[in-house]
């Protein structure tokens, strides 16, 4: 069984760029969500994805996107970076029935200069 | 929104000692508490899990106690290792309202003193 994957591992941009990263769910599981973790913070709630369709978002702007695959592997989306962006990107997977109970990927690093 | 407030921020403990972390949350309807272990530069590795219908719940040196009326719950950690040294988040989720987002505390830095 494999778990979760995420590409790339670091990134860095500068502001007003757009970026792209990926996350490959755990075999079996359906369900990925996107939290964004400040240095320091807890992770937050960006969207999550079930069924190629968005399931719910939090109090992020239109400009984070995501994307879901028949394989039910997703990408998050991110236009016009701004400095505050900066953080590390987590998805994490689940299976349907017990969609809370949620495994993490490694994460991408992301700058923003 | 869910709130979920963490204490302590920091916890310092002698190798061999017990340790508790305590969470409170905001929403009535929240029913699935995980807890979530983050060594540095690693990711959130789920170590245990408790639901509202259970108050309390063990695995091995790790318990989850659940208190629905106060709204609180708390992760001990009895004989503590060295290797138990991370930050600790805990979460709280609504697995029946629209999606199953999971909204965490700030984390708690535990150092497990040899």
């Known amino acids: 069984e494999t778990g979760v994957t995420q590409s790339p591992t670091h990134l860095i941009k500068t502001r007003g760029q757009q970026v792209t990263l990926r996350c490959s769910s755990q075999s079996g599981h359906n369900t990925v969500s996107w939290y964004q973790q400040a240095l320091g913070q807890g992770p937050q709630f960006i969207f999550q994805y079930y069924r190629e369709e968005e399931n719910g978002r939090g109090n992020f702007p239109p400009r984070f996107s995501g994307l879901q695959f028949p394989n039910y592997s997703s990408e998050l989306n991110v236009n016009a970076l701004e400095l505050d962006d900066s953080a590390l990107y987590l998805c994490?997977?689940?299976?349907?029935?017990?969609?809370?109970?949620?495994?993490f990927g490694p994460g991408t690093r992301l700058l923003v200069l | 929104g869910e709130n979920v407030e963490q204490h302590p921020s920091t916890l310092s403990v002698q190798e061999g000692d017990s340790a508790v972390i305590k969470c409170t949350y905001s929403d009535s309807a929240s029913n699935y508490f995980p807890w979530y272990k983050q060594e540095l530069g690693k990711r959130p590795q789920l170590i245990i899990d408790i639901r509202s219908n259970v108050g309390e719940k063990k695995d091995q040196r790790i318990a989850v106690t659940l208190n629905k009326t106060a709204k609180h719950f708390s992760l001990h950690i009895t004989e503590t290792q060295p290797e138990d040294s991370a930050v600790y988040f805990c979460?709280?989720?609504?697995?029946?309202?629209?999606?199953?987002?999971?909204?965490f505390g700030k984390g708690t830095l535990l150092t497990v003193n040899p």
């Open positions: 994490a997977s689940s299976e349907a029935g017990v969609r809370e109970t949620q495994y």
């Open positions: 979460a709280a989720s609504n697995s029946g309202g629209s999606n199953y987002k999971l909204t």
